[in-house]
Structures are given as C-alpha cells and as structure tokens.
C-alpha cells in the first residue's frame, strides 16, 4: 500500500509507504516527517512533479515537463551516490517517473503523464475493499506481519473492527484521489493535476497514515496467549 506508497511520480515512492507501515506497526509515538521518509525524502519525492508542473506552464507540450522531471530524479540519485548515502528513496522515485515519463511520451501527451497513477490508486482501493469484504482487511495482515504476531488479531472482535476501520480509511484516501484527478485528467488541466497530486500524494498518505495509527495502535495484541499453567500431579 505505497502512490504509493508511491507522491509526485505516477505511485507513492514505496520506500516512503514502507517507512510509514514500519512506523505504523512498532512505534508507540508517530512522526509525521517519518513517515513520509524524513524531510529529505519528502524533497526527493515531490521534487520531480514540481519541476513537471513548472516546466509545462513554462513550455507547455509534453517533452520539456517529461525530459525536465527525469533529469530531476536523475540528479537526485547522482547526488545520493556522490554522497553515498542510502539512494532507496531516490531510487524508488525513478521507477515511477520512468513510468510516468513512458507512458506520457508513447501517448505524446502531458496529461498521460498521471495515468499510471490512476490506475495504481483505483487498483488499491479495489484491493483494499475485497480484502474488508473478506474480512482479512490488508491493514492487519500488513501490522500482524511487521509487529510479528502474525494474524492473532483476527481472534479479537475489537481487533478485528479497527483493521477493518483502519483498511477502509486507507480505501477512503485512494478513492478521494481518484474522485478529485480523474476528473481533473478528463478536462485536460494538467497543472492543476499536477498540483493536486503534489498536495494528495506523500502529504495525504502521511496523514492517513497517522489517522490509521490512533485506530489500530492498540488493536494489536503483543503475543499470542499462553497456556494456562497445568496442575501439578
């Protein structure tokens, strides 16, 4: 569950969606700068859509705003490199961008820049919905897996109601996304695509991220329940 996640680019960056469920499943206190990766990594994941949406107010087309958010990401990873710091976070952003950036130049079209985007968020939010429908909701199969207790919450009824609650905020988020840019991408305003995906990508899923850790940070129980004591014979 990354767009994502998987910000700016098509998806979330996933290195910032595997940060966040991290966070989500051990910590007892959230930090939203964490969970969108630290501040650098939220630079790194909105830096190439700003110079997309700059670049095509200023030239328009479809190349400039496709050839300038590449080199952005590029840069990004040539510096993590240079600096030999972790480039997960930049890394993650090229596989989006290149993406994006395909798909956009294969349709000679800006605006289909985004479309991977939208079929990302529409496939999580169906994702997300079966798995409540079959009451193995994806938010407590992913904390049961990272905080090691497996699927013992789905013994609890009041575990059971709050990964349900939390999966469907996490529902909730992509379906919003898809209700506010797809028809944004129909009208062909992709600045104001653009922007919208800057504000509801890293942003929004930090966000989410946090309203779904005041939901399910106590759902979960710490170990499995042990036997009771036999009698001595």
Same mark, same amino acid.
């Given at each position: ?22 966070? %989500?499943?051990?910590? $007892?206190?959230?930090?939203?700068? $964490? ?51 972790? =480039? ?57 897996? %990272?905080?090691? =207790? ?14 349900? %609650?939390? =999966? ?63 009698? =001595?014979?």
């Amino acid at each position: 569950m990354s767009e994502d996640a998987p910000g700016t680019a098509p998806h979330d960056q996933p290195g910032t969606s595997r940060e966040g469920m991290s966070q %989500l499943a051990q910590s $007892e206190d959230f930090s939203i700068a $964490e969970a969108m990766g630290g501040w650098r990594g939220f630079a790194e994941s909105v830096a190439p859509g700003v110079v997309f949406v700059v670049a095509f107010l200023i030239w328009g087309g479809f190349r400039a705003p496709v050839i300038a958010s590449v080199a952005t990401v590029a840069v990004l990873v040539v510096v993590r490199l240079i600096q030999r710091s972790s =480039t997960q976070q930049a890394l993650s952003g090229v596989v989006g961008v290149g993406i994006g950036a395909i798909w956009a130049w294969r349709a000679g079209d800006a605006g289909a820049y985004f479309v991977p985007g939208l079929w990302l968020n529409a496939a999580y939010a169906l994702g997300l919905v079966l798995s409540m429908i079959v009451r193995w909701p994806l938010v407590g199969v992913v904390v049961g897996l %990272l905080k090691g =207790t497996g699927m013992e919450w789905r013994r609890h009824p009041g575990s059971m109601r709050a990964m349900q %609650l939390g =999966t469907a905020v996490f529902a909730a988020m992509y379906v919003m996304r898809l209700a506010v840019q797809a028809p944004l991408y129909f009208a062909d305003a992709v600045a104001a695509l653009g922007t919208a995906k800057l504000i509801m990508g890293v942003p929004l899923f930090a966000l989410t991220l946090w309203v779904v850790w005041l939901l399910v940070r106590n759902a979960v129980p710490d170990s499995a329940p042990q036997d009771p004591p036999q009698p =001595t014979q």
